[in-house]
């Protein structure tokens, strides 16, 4: 009985802690794999939204801090996340008889560069866009404004993780 006890402290460790990290986010992530960087998301689009840029590369930092045990670099990252804001756009979904919309929504698009210094064939580049619909009467400012970009963000760097990071 004592080198059964032996050979299952043994394997438990290399079972649940063996070449890869895992975490509970549904990631596995490569032993070789310490650091990630975001690089700046410049605003590309023709409507231009202050700070937008700003606030979406903290989004993503904070998805991927949040989500993973990896660590944040300036430069020299594992992970190199980059690329641009390329859509900002309200446009009308649904009108009424009085040719006025009855819903507006919002679009955000980013173009994402991803770069994985140990494995180049994971690295791609691609977009990733999401929206929010709010009534054709009200104007989208203040918290209304917040809440949708928000919600916008949330959804997109969580897309960019799973292509990532999960492999969705």
């Given at each position: ?8 402290l ?5 079972l ?12 596995s992530?490569?032993?070789n794999?310490?650091?990630f960087q975001?690089?700046?998301?410049q605003n ?10 700003r606030d ?18 300036n ?6 996340y980059?690329g641009?804001i390329?859509?900002y756009?309200i446009?009308p979904?649904?009108?009424?008889a009085?040719?006025?919309?009855a819903?507006?929504r919002?679009?955000?698009g980013?173009?994402?560069?991803f770069y994985?210094?140990n494995?180049?064939?994971?690295e791609?580049?691609k977009?990733?866009?999401f ?6 009467g009200e ?8 809440t949708a ?5 949330e959804r997109?760097?969580?897309?960019i ?8």
């Amino acid at each position: 009985m004592n080198v059964l006890k032996k050979i299952i402290l043994l394997c438990v460790p290399v079972l649940f802690f063996g070449c890869w990290k895992y975490s509970f986010t549904g990631t596995s992530i490569a032993d070789n794999i310490e650091t990630f960087q975001v690089n700046y998301f410049q605003n590309a689009s023709d409507l231009v939204e202050p700070g937008l840029d700003r606030d979406f590369t903290l989004a993503l930092q904070d998805l991927i801090l949040n989500q993973t045990n990896l660590s944040i670099v300036n430069s020299g990252g594992d992970l190199i996340y980059e690329g641009e804001i390329t859509e900002y756009r309200i446009s009308p979904t649904t009108a009424q008889a009085n040719s006025t919309a009855a819903q507006n929504r919002l679009t955000i698009g980013v173009n994402v560069r991803f770069y994985d210094k140990n494995e180049p064939e994971e690295e791609f580049e691609k977009r990733f866009s999401f929206f929010f619909d709010y009534d054709g009467g009200e104007q989208l400012i203040g918290s209304q404004k917040d809440t949708a970009i928000e919600e916008i963000f949330e959804r997109i760097t969580q897309d960019i993780f799973n292509a990532t990071l999960a492999k969705w």
